[in-house]
């Protein structure tokens, strides 16, 4: 940061942009357009950068004035109605739970859905046997297919799934995998995943389904999916899914648990990324250990731990140095496995 | 888990752009990685206010307030090497100056004092704005209703406050 004490020749003008851009950026009114139009300017020219670092260092400075310079007219204000004004560019605790307001526009992109389905994947198929396609990826490996009735699948690193697209209905079997489905919607053939002892039934809808170490976990980011136990098409479904519910479940155990999640968070890597919000150490680890070839094991007093982070995918090595950056715990790799305890 | 905000969903999308905006402003990508990251865990822990109006704008600014903390934080640490290296250089047992060396304190000091005095010398309405808006924490709009002015007129008069003060701190 360069400070006043570091002086060279600002042009007049370009000063004054500067000032202009400290002021517009300071507005309520300011948007995304306008950051991105200060950063195009910024990148101009270096003098730009230096003018408008001074700026900034001014503002700054000004703030050891606040005590004795703040306006007279603000004492009669009510303290409590003038902090619920101010935009709070620090936490406060949140007074009460309202429904999520990103629900409403993602429920507005359900009609988005594109039926292609029977159109699509030629005469073909429907003359003879549904055929079945086997689709896999290698570690680390991501990849995005799109089945014949126009259905998208992106499968993530060291997924194995097939797909069989029938004339009444539609399957897919997962073997590992974890995948988002955004499947395309057709009344007439619906849409059914194995995972483990589950079965999910689908109509037209996206989500994603992790089916790996005998866990099972569907998480709704669009429309509605049944769970049931599978090979029983009959069976009162075990839960009906809508958005922003997951339901989590143990392959032979006899219980699922259905609670609120947020789908970004669940398909953040078919972005690359990996979100945890305030996850337990241990919870964090079986994530991580998926994009490695060793178990990580977590030594228990450090299992509890909470962890929120946003980390890009990448080999488990890196993801686990990223994590020890901001925790208080430490790596210990060994042949067969990797130990996370914490840091003496 | 529950309650994922708009503000997540705007990270999302801007985490990119965030990082390439914070490199140019740190000319440093590590730096801009760990900010954004420091970033992501800020923001999950907030409520973002009612009246915000724009999730990526809030990004920006939540972003830039961390970057400001950073370096003022980094500034106030190098004056205590500094001020710990004199002081081991004396030899003696003298207690380590939490303040930046003397010359730049009388200095900084000076450059506040004209700041106060540019301050008093603002016509009333701009110093009225001025005040509200930095010192107050009040929005463009919300000045704009407390005086009873449009909010172009409060942006003019913000802008002519912060010249004045310029003027003031680099002559």
């Excluded at chain 1, 950063?39 to 001074?54: C, D, F, G, R, S």
């Excluded at chain 1, 700054?60 to 709070?88: C, F, H, M, N, R």
């Excluded at chain 2, 914070?22 to 420091?38: K, M, P, Y």
């Excluded at chain 2, 370096?71 to 190098?78: E, T, V």
């Amino acid at each position: 940061m360069t400070g006043p004490s570091a002086r060279s020749p600002i042009p007049d003008a370009v000063r004054e942009r500067a000032a202009a851009w400290c002021v517009r950026l300071g507005s309520d009114e300011a948007d995304d357009a306008d950051w991105l139009a200060f950063e195009t300017w910024l990148a101009e020219n270096p003098v730009h950068l230096q003018a408008y670092e001074a700026v900034e260092h001014l503002w700054s400075a000004l703030d050891a004035l606040k005590p004795v310079a703040a306006a007279p007219q603000a004492a009669p204000q009510a303290a409590g109605e003038l902090a619920a004004t101010v935009i709070p560019l620090t936490p406060r605790p949140r007074p009460t739970r309202r429904p999520p307001a990103w629900m409403g526009a993602v429920a507005a992109s359900l009609l988005a859905i594109i039926v292609i389905g029977g159109t699509f994947g030629g005469v073909s198929y429907w003359a003879g046997r549904p055929k079945t396609e086997a689709f896999d990826t290698a570690m680390g490996q991501r990849r995005v297919v799109t089945l014949a009735d126009g259905t998208h699948i992106t499968l993530n690193g060291d997924s194995h799934l097939t797909a069989t697209l029938g004339r009444h209905e539609r399957r897919v079997v997962m073997a590992s995998a974890e995948a988002v489905f955004d499947v395309a919607k057709d009344p007439d053939r619906p849409f059914f995943i194995e995972a483990g002892d589950r079965e999910i039934r689908v109509v037209g809808t996206e989500f994603n389904v992790l089916h790996q170490g005998g866990e099972v976990k569907v998480t709704v980011r669009r429309g509605v999916v049944e769970v049931r136990p599978k090979g029983a098409p009959g069976a009162q479904p075990l839960a009906r899914l809508t958005k922003g519910q997951a339901l989590s479940h143990r392959v032979g155990a006899g219980a699922d648990a259905v609670a609120a999640a947020d789908p970004d968070v669940a398909m953040a890597w078919t972005t690359g990324r990996l979100v945890f919000q305030g996850e337990r150490l241990s919870d964090v680890a079986a994530t991580l250990a998926r994009y490695g070839r060793r178990p990580i094991v977590v030594t228990p007093e450090a299992r509890d731990m909470r962890v929120t982070a946003s980390l890009n995918i990448g080999p488990e090595d890196e993801m686990l140095r990223a994590l020890t950056a901001f925790l208080p715990v430490q790596i210990d790799r060994r042949t067969d496995s990797v130990r996370l305890s914490l840091r003496r | 888990m529950a309650d994922p905000p708009p503000l997540i969903a705007a990270y999302m999308r801007k985490r990119a752009d965030l990082v390439r905006f914070f490199t140019l402003r740190t000319g440093s990508a590590a730096t801009a990685e760990d900010l954004v990251q420091d970033l992501y865990v800020k923001i999950s822990e907030m409520t973002p206010p009612p009246d915000m109006r724009s999730a990526e704008a809030f990004l920006y600014r939540v972003g830039s307030n961390l970057m400001l903390d950073r370096s003022k934080a980094q500034r106030r640490q190098a004056a205590r090497d500094h001020a710990w290296s004199q002081a081991a250089g004396g030899g003696g047992p003298e207690p380590v100056a939490q303040e930046a060396p003397a010359d730049e304190a009388v200095a900084a000091r000076q450059r506040l004092e004209r700041l106060v005095a540019g301050l008093e010398r603002l016509p009333p309405q701009v110093a009225a704005a001025f005040r509200l808006h930095k010192f107050d924490g009040l929005s463009h709009s919300e000045v704009a209703a407390r005086l009873g002015v449009s909010r172009s007129s409060v942006e003019k008069y913000i802008m002519s406050a912060l010249r004045a003060l310029i003027a003031e701190y680099e002559p």
